[in-house]
């Protein structure tokens, strides 16, 4: 069992740059490939970004690249999401996400791969 708290939503304006963390407890944290989704209101939730076990290995959306950057630490038991120029439609909840027993190099895009969720954290992006 992996538990998954993040942090660092919040309310920013178009241009500005937020940094999400997503502390994980309950089992090794470096068997765990991570992900991060989001839903805005009205719409399903949606693939943002993705790091491998190994942490060598991410994948981004099309609608993120070039500004998100995800990262984990495995000391600290912690993924992270940099997000950079973050634009209106980056409105949403977060969520980080685990899939326990991941292969080393492999990310995972599908929101059915992962058997773990957070709570979520609000980020708003005003223009």
């Known amino acids: 069992q992996v538990q998954l708290v993040e942090s660092g939503g919040g309310l920013v304006q178009a241009g500005d740059s937020l940094r999400l963390s997503c502390a994980a407890s309950?089992?090794?944290?470096?068997?765990?490939?991570m992900g991060w989704f989001r839903q805005a209101p009205g719409k399903e939730r949606e693939f943002v970004a993705t790091?491998?076990?190994?942490?060598?290995?991410?994948n981004y959306a099309n609608s993120v690249k070039g500004r998100f950057t995800i990262s984990r630490d495995n000391a600290k038991n912690t993924v992270y999401l940099q997000m950079n120029s973050l634009k209106p439609e980056d409105t949403a909840v977060y969520y980080c996400?685990?899939?326990?027993?991941?292969?080393?190099?492999?990310?995972?895009?599908?929101?059915?791969?992962?058997?773990?969720w957070g709570q979520g954290t609000q980020v708003t992006v005003s223009s």
């Open positions: 996400a685990g899939r326990p027993n991941a292969l080393y190099y492999t990310t995972y895009v599908l929101a059915q791969h992962y058997f773990y």
């Open positions: 309950g089992r090794a944290f470096s068997d765990v490939a």
């Open positions: 790091i491998s076990r190994s942490g060598s290995t991410t």
